[in-house]
């Protein structure tokens, strides 16, 4: 069974930094994305940024400039650096990662910013 381990969410003050990790129970080379996801109150889960298994990456618009995704193999893990945080980030945000075959999600983890 894989699991993902979503680490690194809390309360923090606008204007603030956090560094999200997902940590996989199998190698990412499994997986042709990764990304992350975020789901506010009320709302619809939302994509935040992905990274192909070639490297490439896609981000949404509210996150450019201020968000990086990255990945460590050797430690099979998917980072998010976030900073300049605003409250309307405040969301759990989601690690998913997937292939042709699987689609896996984290349970998430909460990030709330503060005005």
């Known amino acids: 069974q894989v699991q993902l381990v979503e680490s690194g969410g809390g309360l923090v003050q606008a204007g603030g930094s956090l560094r999200l990790s997902c940590a996989a129970s199998v190698s990412i080379f499994r997986f042709n994305y990764m990304g992350w996801y975020r789901q506010a109150p009320g709302k619809q889960r939302e994509l935040v940024v992905g990274?192909?298994?070639?490297?490439?990456?896609n981000y949404a618009e509210a996150v450019k400039g201020r968000f990086t995704i990255s990945r460590d193999n050797a430690k099979n893990t998917v980072f998010l650096q976030m900073n300049s945080l605003k409250p309307e980030d405040t969301a759990v945000y989601h690690c998913?990662?997937?292939?042709?075959?699987?689609?896996?999600w984290g349970q998430g983890t909460q990030v709330t910013v503060s005005s």
């Open positions: 990274i192909s298994s070639d490297g490439s990456t």
């Open positions: 998913n990662a997937h292939n042709t075959v699987y689609d896996y």
